[in-house]
């Protein structure tokens, strides 16, 4: 039996996501087809095609998959299912969209923010806003799941597999896209940047974020915020870390100010270095913290930014 797994990009590149996606089942020894479904996406399909692990790639490029809304896509994985004992796609806004459709369609039981696939069968997820893990297996004979990709490495991209193309347009008419908005900035993605500086409460304001670009700039860092920064209006939900925001597992991640709320930590624990600066030295943070910072931030950030 063969693998489906759902390549993340946006019609011209292909997220690191994806390549991760594959690490996570590679061991499995089984065969791995990866699905690039979108508009004027060849280019995507190259790029997947380079991913080590991977025997082939299924383009299908139509217009109805431009903006890969839930009912087509769920349509098309469905239409592709037969013949595959496993379907996965990243832990994504995408893969949280379509696959518990999926799922249901199939009539299987979905796993979610799988961390771990320790076989075909048995795979580990985080519960508890992550302060348990729980290892779960499954009988249904087509296994779909989410991953949560920033618990992989990425694979390597020393591969030339073939490019299948798929004449399946998939379309319930049921849903249109009319527009989206989406914030523009210079600095690298949140989910995707190898170092990431956040802000929380302790900032005070939102003028003060202004106080980590130095920082940002000289590392070039994404920055991010608690849920309480963005309670407080301090920035936009979209720079979010925690389990009601964004997952994330830089190689270095500076907490500025954050308390260490449990939501928070579910969100950031697993970076392979956390710096904490706090004055509260029973702060929470600390606690899972490689390098903890006692002192006004106010004081510590600028001193920091100096020596870099």
């Known amino acids: 039996m063969s693998i489906l797994l759902y390549a993340e990009h946006n019609n011209s590149t292909l997220k690191p996501e994806t390549n991760k996606l594959v690490n996570a089942v590679v061991k499995l020894d089984q065969e791995i087809h990866l699905l690039v ?135 319930t008419g049921q849903t249109k896209f009319i527009s989206e908005s989406l914030s523009q900035s210079e600095r690298p993605e949140l989910t995707a940047s190898k170092i990431v500086i956040s802000g929380g409460r302790g900032m005070k304001n939102g003028e003060n974020f202004a106080l980590l670009d130095g920082i940002a700039n000289k590392l070039d860092a994404a920055i991010g915020a608690s849920r309480a920064a963005v309670d407080a209006g301090f920035v936009s939900n979209d720079m979010q870390v925690g389990q009601t925001g964004k997952i994330v597992a ?18 950031m624990k697993d970076s392979k270095v956390i710096v904490a600066i706090n004055n509260d030295e029973e702060a929470p943070i600390f606690q899972i913290a490689d390098y903890g910072i006692v002192g006004d931030l106010f004081e510590v950030i600028p001193a920091l930014e100096d020596a870099l």
């Open 37 to 171: 479904a979108g508009h004027n996406c060849a280019n995507v399909a190259e790029q997947a095609a380079k991913i080590d692990g991977v025997a082939k790639v299924l383009l299908a490029d139509n217009l109805v998959y431009a903006h890969q809304l839930a009912e087509n896509i769920a349509d098309l994985v469905l239409e592709l299912a037969s013949g595959y004992s496993m379907i996965a796609a990243p832990s994504t806004t995408t893969g949280k969209n379509f696959m518990p459709r999926v799922a249901v369609l199939l009539d299987v039981a979905q796993l979610s923010d799988v961390i771990e696939v320790i076989d075909a069968q048995t795979f580990s997820r985080p519960i508890y806003a992550g302060n348990a893990i729980a290892t779960v297996q499954s009988t249904d004979n087509t296994k779909v799941l989410t991953v949560r990709t920033s618990a992989f490495d990425s694979n390597s991209n020393n591969n030339s597999a073939p490019i299948e193309h798929i004449a399946i347009a998939k379309s």
């Open 250 to 267: 830089p190689q270095l991640y500076i907490a500025v100010g954050i308390s260490g709320a449990i939501q928070h930590i579910a969100g």
